[in-house]
Each structure stands twice: as C-alpha cells, then as structure tokens.
C-alpha cells in the first residue's frame, strides 16, 4: 500500500512538471501542422494546374483565416485566371479555419501589405504550365509565443517552407 502511495505522488510531481511544458509546445506544434498544410495546398495547385491543363488558384481570406483551392478555368461565366472564385468555377478544397492559436502574421516587416499573404489580391494563382502568376510569401504566427512560419513560392513556382 505504501509503494503504490509513492508511485502515485511520483506520478503526479511528474505530471506536474510535463503539463506546463505541454502547453508551451502545443501551439508551435499547431504552427508546424498549418504551415504544412498551406505548403502542401500550394504543392497540390501546382500539379493540379500542370495535369487539367487550366489555372488553379488558392485563395487566402486572412479575415477568416481560411483558404480555398480552385480551378480558376472562368466555368459558368466566371473569369478565368483572375484569382477570384467566380461562376461554377469548381472548389477542389475549402479548408476550415487555421488551428486554435495560428493566425496570418500581420507583422509588415514579414509580408508589407500587413495581413500575412503578399499575393496579389490574396490569391496564388498557378498556371498550366506550373508557373505561378506571381511570387510572394504566407506567413503564419502564434500571437501567445510569437513563433512564425512561412511559405513561398518563387517565380519559378518553387515552394518552401521556413
């Protein structure tokens, strides 16, 4: 009975010790998982755009902190290729809100316009041959710890992670 009461207060000094060091390294672990996904979204637009031929967009709206992947081929009176979800352009992903804590960095010293995505209009719009229209930078941060990640695409349509 008396190893099983010290077994237990080990367990929870233990305990004790690792869940302030949980809560500091969750929201960086969300961070990591969202840059991730905005890297791989921009990854699939790319191959998208090369194997349908058409331009495909992500689009940014850092008021919701959402992005949606479309074809941006002008179907149903849309325009094509302006980076807008317009017409019956189809939505090839709409993903939720970015995680609890990650927000678009507003830090204009990281992206100038001050909203986190410096693509012009908020959309990367990739063309059928893989190239994007324009280059530019997402960024992503913890407002709690100040931790940041970002993704960009370079003119030639290379997307990395930092």
């Known amino acids: 009975m008396v190893e099983l009461l010290i077994v237990i207060a080990i367990m929870g000094i233990l305990a004790g010790v690792a869940f302030p060091m949980m809560l500091n390294w969750l929201p960086n672990m969300r961070l990591r998982g969202a840059a991730r996904d905005v890297y791989s ?12 031929g058409v331009n495909v967009t992500v689009g940014f709206s850092t008021a919701t902190d959402a992005y949606i992947l479309f074809l941006d081929n002008g179907a149903g009176g849309g325009n094509a290729g302006n980076g807008v979800l317009d017409g ?18 507003p830090d204009p010293a990281v992206v100038a316009d001050g909203d986190g995505v410096s693509f012009g209009g908020n959309a990367l719009v990739f063309t059928p041959r893989g190239l994007p229209a324009g280059f530019g930078t997402v960024a992503l941060w913890v407002p709690a710890t ?7 695409v370079s ?8």
């Not at 979204?41 to 349908?52: D, F, P, S, T």
């Open 41 to 52: 979204v921009m990854q699939r637009a790319r191959a998208e755009a090369i194997e349908r």
């Open 88 to 105: 019956s352009e189809p939505a090839l992903l709409r993903s939720g809100p970015l995680p609890n804590g990650v927000a678009f960095d």
């Open 146 to 152: 100040g931790r940041q990640r970002t993704v960009a």
């Open 155 to 162: 003119i030639a349509g290379r997307v990395r992670m930092q």
